[in-house]
């Protein structure tokens, strides 16, 4: 006797599994989830971007974190030598909370960097060493990106 189709407990038992997979895949697929990864990516992209242009360009260059509005960071070289970001030395920048990454904000409460830049010297080192975490929130989810004493990035 051969069968056709599924019996209906089948069908249930497949449906079942299918909405369990389904909500386990939507949070991890939510735009504020998106934009934040993306935005993580980026900050940890840009502290690598940093150590090569300070080795490119044979100078100190840092990634200034700042934390007003929904804060954001800007990469600078460090023309007077003052170990600090100054208005006009800025080669790029990034600003939460507007663009694609409306949604994200970089806590300040739970980032530890302040307002200290992470500079790198000519030779692509820490000028001075430093263990910084910087925490991306939205809409409740969080990601961190940790930069270690040697000026490497990696995502938590």
């Known amino acids: 006797m051969t069968r056709r189709g599924l019996?209906?407990?089948?069908?249930?038992?497949?449906?079942?599994?299918l909405?369990?997979?389904?909500g386990l895949a939507l949070p991890l697929l939510s735009p504020n989830r998106l934009a934040l990864d993306q935005a993580a990516r980026s900050l940890?992209?840009?502290?690598?971007?940093?150590?090569?242009?300070?080795?490119r360009r044979n100078a100190f260059v840092g990634?200034?974190?700042?934390?007003?509005?929904?804060?954001?960071?800007?990469?600078?070289?460090?023309?007077n030598a003052n170990r600090r970001y100054d208005p006009g030395e800025e080669f790029g920048a990034t600003h939460f909370g507007?663009?694609?990454?409306a949604r994200v904000?970089?806590?300040p409460e739970?980032?530890?960097l302040g307002n200290m830049p992470l500079l790198f010297d000519?030779?692509?080192?820490?000028?001075?060493?430093?263990?910084?975490?910087l925490v991306l929130t939205s809409g409740g989810a969080t990601r961190k990106v940790v930069i270690s004493q040697q000026g490497r990035a990696r995502l938590e």
């Open 7 to 17: 019996t209906l407990l089948e069908l249930l038992l497949v449906l079942g599994i």
């Open 98 to 101: 507007q663009g694609n990454w």
């Open 44 to 55: 940890a992209t840009q502290v690598t971007r940093a150590r090569l242009e300070a080795i």
């Open 110 to 112: 739970k980032s530890a």
């Open 122 to 133: 000519p030779r692509g080192i820490p000028a001075k060493p430093i263990t910084a975490t």
């Open 63 to 79: 990634l200034q974190v700042f934390t007003e509005g929904a804060g954001g960071y800007l990469l600078f070289v460090d023309q």
């Open 105 to 107: 904000r970089l806590d």
């Open 19 to 22: 909405g369990v997979l389904l």
